[in-house]
């Protein structure tokens, strides 16, 4: 492989080029430090205007003022499922939780170990091919949160609004789907994401709390899980994972450069669109797995007339340099991961290569 593919994966995923092109330029000798950003202290100067950069750098893009703290931490978006109701399901209360996949499903069980839940929704029915309405939604009586999952990596399916439930701490897990888009984060009180899809490489959770969630976190759980302690420390009471931290900031910066989320939701919109008219224009070769009004702009999933042909497209894709199409096992068929750094011209490919071969084998 001489050329960079078009990656399609799911995560961790493609990232932009002039990003992997600034950390090539800094590796060896991060402005005159001498040494890349791996080998420094995480209590140094240069580390500390990182970490700073990078909160502000994420507030600026969501919005956010001085009631809301990014957070930088280990453990994935899985350690949330736990970290969440560990910090904020007290005895006696109920956590409610909206099923629209398998992360939320591994959310909802993780928090129910520790604690009473609700399931407020589900669209399990049809195999998550849908978000649920307003309407279908059932809460508790004052739940401790309501925690969702705003794109469903897996089944290609994306809230479109997001609800609003008040004075009841709305948590999301946006993994998959965080800055692609403009939305009022100021509803949200908190939002987690592992950066592995649309903010970076592995290894760094972000993690983005309202103050006053932060005030009511509980403090008698062990300290690497409590959100106070690590609010209190700007995400260096411990080693962070100082390296992913950077490419992050590099990700922010580079957002801010496209024209921020306006920006990045219209290219979105026009990517997601190419491979979606291909789907829709092809008269049943190609079957969406999602409603039409639940599509996600970050994750396109569709099936081929039988497994054989599925196979063969992702074969013959990978041939000419479009990787990671191949879907999840509980969906079949295939993925097309689309995050803000992919490229339309990757979009555009594939497009054209769906087009191609169902003229060779519809
Ligand atoms: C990938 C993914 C996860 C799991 O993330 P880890 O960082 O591997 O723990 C959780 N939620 C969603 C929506 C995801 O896409």
């Not at 930088?72 to 409610?96: E, H, I, K």
């Not at 990700?251 to 920006?263: M, P, R, T, Y």
């Not at 999602?290 to 074969?315: G, Q």
């Amino acid at each position: 492989m001489t050329e960079r593919v078009f990656n399609f994966n799911a995560g961790p995923a493609t990232l932009p080029l002039p990003v992997l092109e600034e950390a090539q330029r800094e590796m060896l000798n991060y402005r005159g430090s001498g040494m890349s950003v791996m080998e420094m202290s995480h209590r140094s100067k240069e580390y500390e205007a990182i970490n700073n950069e990078a909160e502000a750098n994420m507030k600026e893009l969501l919005g956010l003022g001085d009631n809301y703290r990014v957070l930088f931490l280990q453990g994935g978006a899985s350690t949330q499922f736990a970290m969440v109701p560990m910090n904020f399901l007290q005895p006696g209360q109920r956590a409610d939780y909206i099923l629209t996949g398998s992360w939320s499903e591994k959310a909802q069980k993780e928090a129910a170990k520790l604690g009473q839940t609700h399931i407020a929704a589900t669209t399990q029915e049809g195999n998550y091919k849908r978000i649920p309405s307003l309407e279908e939604i059932q809460l508790s009586e004052s739940p401790a949160y309501v925690h969702i999952t705003s794109n469903n990596t897996i089944f290609g399916t994306q809230w479109q609004s997001f609800p609003d439930f008040g004075n009841i701490p709305l948590v999301a897990d946006m993994s998959s789907d965080i800055l692609c888009k403009p939305f009022d984060a100021s509803k949200f009180a908190l939002i987690y994401a592992g950066a592995q899809k649309n903010l970076g490489p592995s290894g760094v959770t972000v993690v983005v709390i309202r103050q006053d969630m932060i005030e009511k976190a509980a403090t008698n759980i062990p300290t690497m899980l409590r959100y106070d302690i690590h609010a209190k420390n700007n995400s260096l009471y411990n080693t962070p994972p100082s390296y992913s931290v950077y490419m992050v900031n590099l990700v922010l910066k580079w957002l801010k450069a496209q024209g921020g989320l306006a920006s990045m939701e219209q290219r979105n919109l026009e990517k997601a669109a190419l491979i979606y008219d291909t789907i829709d224009g092809s008269n049943g070769f190609y079957s969406g797995h999602a409603d039409k009004d639940s599509r996600s702009t970050m994750n396109i999933t569709f099936r081929l007339p039988n497994e054989d042909l599925e196979k063969t497209f992702a074969s013959e894709a990978t041939k000419q340099g479009m990787i990671g199409l191949k879907g999840h096992r509980s969906v079949g068929g295939m993925r097309a991961s689309t995050y803000n750094a992919m490229s339309r011209e990757g979009c555009q490919a594939l497009a054209d290569f769906m087009k191609e071969f169902m003229r060779k084998n519809g």
